[in-house]
């Protein structure tokens, strides 16, 4: 038995990305499609201009676009995938979870809000009933579970990892891909034989998200985790998959080899999207590499190499593909998650 | 009156900026090229494949190139600028000292070397006196002073503005484009839609040539500066210029407008490579970037911007020219150094 | 003496060409500016978001931009250079050269109207008189002369070096960059990795653009050159340069030799910004090269090489920077033809 | 029942692409791998740096690479798919075929010789039994057949589509990714934001290929097509997939519909790696573009857009992916038409 579901945002880069992985998929059944009025009442064909390296699914593509509004959602739809530009998710996705919809959003607004439950499954899955704070507070039928931005759940689950030992302090610096900004985000004067330094406001979603996730949730609320996270972003001419530089300060001094144990025997889950391994550990130095590991596990998988101590904690490398496992798959596994828990 | 200087290694990458930076040049005159022996005795227009965005020097094309050994260089000639593979170099550079030449070498070999300086003129011209131990513990006529890796380069200038407060702990993320790795060194097929991390044998030296260049000389040795680095190396598809994100831990407590100031007012030199300002403070937080900054003051400025606090101190990002500030032109600027003071 | 020109459209990619060219210039001085109603009233500084490789001239950054109309601009100020959108230019440019400006205009509207001379000045120098018949048949005290599109100027200076053998057909392939299309035209998705055929308009233009150049006037109209050309435009990964694929049918067989003998002797200007030689013929087969040969000239030559027998003529490549000799070198280039031939 | 199959230089760029294509496949199994004598002795995982993106298939990963001579190889078997260099095959291919091996090879030696079939499946399957004159000829036990260049792979498929209304010439520009070079052939200084025309020797085989391809074999002797074909080739910053421009003359007048049309029907075949449709006929004017097409039909479709009438005949683009469908993927297509036709 599938779930019905829509998508709202559609027709953007992670809405495309968002069909690709919903068709087909073992528990979901593309039901709704909205996207801005300009496209409303349109073919999705004919509204999307389709980029995904696989063609557009026959069905979906001939499915019609609604406008992003409650009443334009079939009432059989139980979850919604949303993709919307943060300052339309902050105005509408409200709406939807007054009007009963359970929404798993990649959306960057209202992550940081006490009562919604930001969410890897695999790092920290039971952050998930702060749903029912949720609806308590907000008196909604419907629920919202948040993503992380990209950039966070690339290096978030190495800490996870590692957590174990100790977390004091993280610096960063990531090598972002270009699609991470949207399909019109970064034009090609600004990034071929050129690199980007200190992006708008990923810093701080960095250093922000990654304490939320590693923190604690007693049943009725939600303490961050303690660590310091510096965060330095830059964006550079690849195409998809972020590659991260990791320095980890830990209570607990651990060798280069306890980490990659710790990060390789990492638990995955036992949802449809989930990949086992999650982490996976290169022993080449100069892995992962964008272009060569970017579609491990499916594109879900996280990579991490160049583990090495350093003059300060630990240091190493990691990398998770950005429109899949940073944005549409995370948003897919979220919704497998809320099915597996009974919210569906 | 202009000093006759040669070219070792001149038909390679740095070779060739060499020649690019002197033709013309205000005191000095190329009077001999090198290389290996398959291209001793041709043209140096034929033996080298010309590469560089300028025309190649008429006179210099028609010059014949000789082996590298100094009975092929002529006797009136007093300065060499040597930019050997680190292994050719380590074996030959001696014997050139031996026969009373004066090298100003961009090789990495022999960089570390207690009595040899290692020399960035804005940031430690004082070292260059440790020649005079050199001399005296070698028995040269001749003496070498060396300019370190471009990585390291880029970032030890603003870290010299900064010392004034007390340095304690750098970590350091490089964005480094492909020439530094010279014309062969990285292939299409690694570099495009891709980004290669920790490469090889980089970090190492940006973590040891900048205490050594930060360090203290009293006549008679060196004493290397106490700041604990650690760097983490990428490659990414651009051309020239390595983009560098930095974070600083001071003594004492600075902000971002004082750092600026810093680095603003950091003095230049009175040589004729040597750019004013040293040091380009950007106000734009996203700047500076390779394309746009890598050939402020002609390719030997250092660009940095994005200054600001972070949890752990300070946190900026700076960029130089790799084949211009951080090889062709160290040299060009260490012979400029040398002339001043009298060993030529 | 200098005379005072404005620059229409002066925020754009081209625009920003302009004033890089512009600013020395032996004749012209910039006393105008002028952007759309929304940079209206601010400095240039604040107004452009300057791009090109040089630092923004400090005269013109602190100079106040003006809204796009002839009474915006002061009465001294004798020649415009304009490169706005074509569909603003169809609009107002008529009302400047109604008010008496006389306008070098990169814009592509009106280039194919009978009465309006488009220009190469090397090529069709001779064309400019076909503002005596504007004039009469307009009733304009100014007057509007236009340079052709980029790839056009690129292929058709080598055609008129062959045109004495008798021109019959021409296919031409370009490999064109990114600047091509201003600043935002191609985003990084688009093309990264990636090669974009049939781009929009361009191989029209290239088609009857060129028939005009090559053709004869005669005091009174201009009959254009009966050569056939079939073009295929493609977008790819380069900033600068747009190289092309030619084949030539003539008349009279000629040799390849012949052909190079002929693109080399074809004469340059006396024009401040006319190079000498007009066209840089390589004897490498696989030159010119984008990256490499764009600046020859200072970016205003035609680069040519790979000149070879085919089984159907001629057959051989050309380059030449698409943003200066194919854009604001090219208005620039004009002026001086203005200046020199007394319509200023 | 499955074929035991060797590769012959396994560790290459299309070496690698073999054994991707090959691990699993219905019919074949891979039995033997040899490499340079420098790989002999070693297991396959350390003799070969994987570079596809795809992990290296555990079984061969672990197979010994053998030296690259016959009795290296294990009688029982039956076909070797050969990617040697050009030097290395035109020496040791031969002695193979004498020791009894099928050989399908990508190699570019002897695809010319009069009695050696060069084949592009869906487009001249007849030609095979030129093996048979070949083995009359030559004596040999076993036999070699051959798959044309991967630029010649792109378009020739398209015009044998087209060989209906009557060839009479081709003009061909082409756009070929750095894949086509071999790992280490183009460096990353030579291709970013460039673009190198004329590229060596693949002009030719373009213009010779085609013709033998598209040519009638009457059971004894092959008679080329008369066509002439000019080729004019580049090198472009992508990874995988050349786009060529193709401008055709006919001699029966055609239709853009007709023309599409016909290539929609060509045929395609019943064998595994044979796609169906063979040729995908995009009508979108902007493609087919090299990331977004490559990979259809598995990478072994051809792709064509643009089609449209030029002042000369009929102009298109088309698009392989020059690894698969132009290098490892042919080779594995003719190994399946040797099992079909009963030659293992």
Redesign the interface.
């Known amino acids: 038995m599938t779930v019905r579901v829509g998508v709202l945002g559609a027709t953007g880069?992670v809405g495309q990305r968002l069909i690709q992985l919903l068709d087909p998929h073992p528990s979901f059944e593309i039901a709704a499609l909205t996207a801005s009025d300009s496209s409303a009442g349109r073919s999705y064909r004919d509204a999307a201009k389709w980029?995904v390296?696989?063609p557009i699914p026959a069905d979906v593509a001939d499915m019609t676009v609604q406008a992003t509004e409650p009443n334009s959602v079939p009432d059989d739809v139980d979850l919604l995938f949303s993709s919307l530009p943060s300052s339309v998710g902050a105005e509408v996705e409200p709406d939807f979870c007054k009007a009963g919809y359970v929404l798993s959003s990649n959306s960057s607004n209202a992550r940081m809000d006490a009562d919604v439950p930001l969410v890897i499954p695999e790092v920290n899955a039971d952050h998930l009933d702060l749903l029912e704070v949720q609806r308590d507070e907000r008196g909604w039928d419907g629920a919202m579970v948040k993503n992380p931005n990209c950039s966070t759940i690339t290096f978030v689950p190495t800490l996870a990892a590692l957590a174990q030992f100790g977390l004091e302090?993280v610096?960063v610096?990531t090598?972002q891909a270009?699609?991470g900004a949207g399909?019109?985000?970064?034009?090609?004067?600004?990034?071929?034989?050129?690199?980007?330094?200190?992006?708008?406001s990923e810093e701080d979603k960095l250093?922000t998200e990654s304490r939320k996730l590693l923190g604690e949730f007693d049943g009725a609320s939600l303490t961050e985790n303690s660590v310091?996270?510096?965060a330095?972003c830059?964006r550079?001419?690849?195409?998809d998959g972020h590659?991260e530089?990791v320095?980890v300060e830990t209570e607990e001094e651990i060798s280069a080899d306890d980490a990659a144990a710790a990060m390789e025997s990492y638990p995955s889950l036992e949802l449809p999207s989930s990949p086992d391994p999650l982490i996976h550990v290169f022993s080449e130095?100069?892995?992962?590499?964008?272009?060569?590991d970017r579609?491990l596990g499916g594109g879900m998988a996280i990579a991490a190499?160049?583990i090495r101590e350093?003059?300060?904690g630990l240091?190493y490398?990691c990398l998770a593909h950005n429109t899949i496992r940073g944005a549409a798959g995370a948003s897919v596994l979220n919704g497998e998650l809320l099915l597996e828990n009974g919210y569906l």
């Open positions: 880069a980029r390296d696989s302090s610096h610096s090598l270009v699609s399909y019109d985000g970064v034009t090609s004067m600004e990034i071929i034989d050129n690199a980007i330094p200190h992006i708008g250093e310091e996270v510096a330095s830059n550079i001419p690849t195409i590659l530089n320095w130095p100069d892995r992962p590499q964008p272009r060569m579609t190499g160049g350093s003059p300060f240091q490398n």
